[in-house]
């Protein structure tokens, strides 16, 4: 991943997610990716931090 590929803007963070990787943008896909990033030591995580 490129700094390229980091939304610059919350529409544009949307759009990728809705339109390129075609992720409904649901309560449970929000319940799991704060799950996901809770997890300080996750492989994940820590590469979120990362970017």
Do not use: G, P
Not at 3 to 17: G, L, M, P, Q, R
Not at 29 to 45: G, N
């Amino acid at each position: 991943m490129t700094s390229n590929d980091i939304s610059t803007t919350y529409e544009a963070w949307v759009h990728c997610v809705t339109v390129k990787c075609k992720i409904a943008l649901t309560q449970d896909f929000a319940r799991q990716r704060i799950a996901a990033l809770s997890d300080v030591k996750s492989a994940e995580a820590v590469k979120f931090v990362q970017l």
